[in-house]
Each structure stands twice: as C-alpha cells, then as structure tokens.
C-alpha cells in the first residue's frame, strides 16, 4: 500500500527541546516537501529536497533543519530556535520536483510546545 | 513574488446550492494551477490541476475550475454542492513550464466549505 506516512501523529513538547518529526514514502518519490499549516494561514514551505542529500530552504525555514539521507526519508527538526512552534506538520512528495507534478501529503504531525 | 489569494475565508451553503470559490494569483509567466481539498480528518488531496490546453478543467466529484489568464484567476466551481463536501479548500501556484525545475508551490490561506444538510 504506497503512500507517506508520518509519525508521531500528536507531538508535545517542552519549551527549548529539540524534537524530530518523521516522513517516510515508498511512492519512489524523488522529491520531498515539509509545509507548515496555521490556522487561516493556509501551508507554508519550510523546506524541500529533489533529490537525495540535496535539499533547499522555503519561505519559512528559520528554526527546522532537515536531512536527506535516503530516497525514502526526509525528516524534520523543529529546534529551540524556532520561536513558535506549535503547529501542524505536512509532509508530502512528488514523482519529480518539477513545476506541474502533483504534491501528495501524508496525514500530518502536530506539535504542541507547552 | 508569486502570491495566491483566496477572498472567501468561511462559506456556508445549503446542499443544492452551487459553488464558486474565488482564487487569484500574482505571477506574470508561464503557471501551474491546482486546487487541493481537506476533507475533515483526512489527507490534503489534489482536486484538479491545469497546466495548459483547454483553461476549463474537470477535477473528481464534480468540480470544475476555470483558468482566466486576464484575470489571473483559477476559481473552483461545482454546480450542486452536497453536505459531503464540507471541506477545506486550498487554491495552489506553482510558477515555470510543465516539466520545468520546480518553484516553489505556493498556496493561498484557504477557505472553509460547510454545507447544511
């Protein structure tokens, strides 16, 4: 059953803790995609990689950091350094990291920072 | 910069009724157009997509958009809208020819469909 799974589905967190949100895909997906969804702010690109051990900033990237490593993995670390953190996580990932390829998302993580 | 915006934050509709959300973009080349839905606990999907030929293009369960180049416009519409529909709708910009090296995709804030059985 191919698809993107992402894990852990809830994440809590305490202030200054580092903590890393997992995405695995096994679509054979070149290219990999984190967003960050707010409420009523819509998904905004934190980063994403076409191929491995390659990977780019988005629009908001101040904060996470990301690996490559294999084709299959791209997991994110949101640090201390990020000042707000609390929100929901999408990852997703298309066949190539071209402009008309659709994006498909897995099912989210979301992180509360108490 | 490319930008999306979607004017209609919360719509509520009575089944039946039809549905036209609006979706403008600023870009002034080449774009790739997509509509994505979330349904309430589920996986954001692709609702339909253009990228060139015929500017009205039919997605799943009936919805429809249409590309307005002089408008730089990408409404959805869907003429008979039932309470399944209540979703979260997001209208998404991707600059550069088909089969380009990507930009980035970048999505409007969305809007919110319940619709009143």
């Known amino acids: 059953d191919g698809g993107i799974t992402q894990s852990p589905k809830y994440l809590f967190r305490k202030e200054g803790q580092n903590v890393t949100l997992s995405c695995e895909q096994n679509?054979?997906?070149?290219?990999m995609y984190w967003y960050r969804q707010d409420p009523g702010q819509g998904l905004r690109l934190i980063y994403y990689?076409?191929?491995?051990?390659?990977?780019q900033k988005g629009d908001i990237a101040e904060g996470y950091s990301v690996s490559r490593e294999k084709k299959e993995s791209f997991p994110l670390t949101v640090t201390s350094a990020q000042k707000n953190p609390t929100a929901f996580y999408l990852c997703?990932?298309?066949?190539?990291?071209?402009?008309?390829?659709?994006?498909?998302f897995g099912p989210g993580t979301r992180l509360t920072v108490l | 910069a490319q930008s999306v915006s979607q004017h209609n934050h919360h719509v509520i509709l009575s089944e039946a009724a039809s549905l036209e959300l609006g979706c403008n973009y600023s870009?002034?080349?080449?774009?790739?157009l997509f509509w994505y839905v979330q349904y309430p606990g589920q996986h954001l999907q692709l609702l339909l997509k253009?990228?060139?030929?015929?500017?009205l293009v039919k997605g799943i369960k009936g919805f429809e958009a249409e590309f307005i180049k002089s408008k730089f416009s990408f409404n959805l519409r869907k003429p008979s809208v039932q309470w399944s529909d209540t979703a979260e709708y997001f209208c998404?910009?991707?600059?550069?020819?088909?089969?380009?090296?990507?930009?980035?995709?970048?999505f409007g804030k969305g809007t919110k469909l319940s619709v009143k059985p």
């Open positions: 998404a910009v991707n600059g550069g020819p088909a089969g380009g090296s990507q930009g980035n995709l970048i």
């Open positions: 253009y990228f060139s030929g015929d500017p």
């Open positions: 679509l054979n997906h070149d290219a």
């Open positions: 997703a990932s298309s066949i190539r990291g071209l402009a008309d390829n659709e994006q498909f």
């Open positions: 870009y002034g080349g080449t774009v790739n």
């Open positions: 990689s076409q191929i491995v051990n390659d990977f």
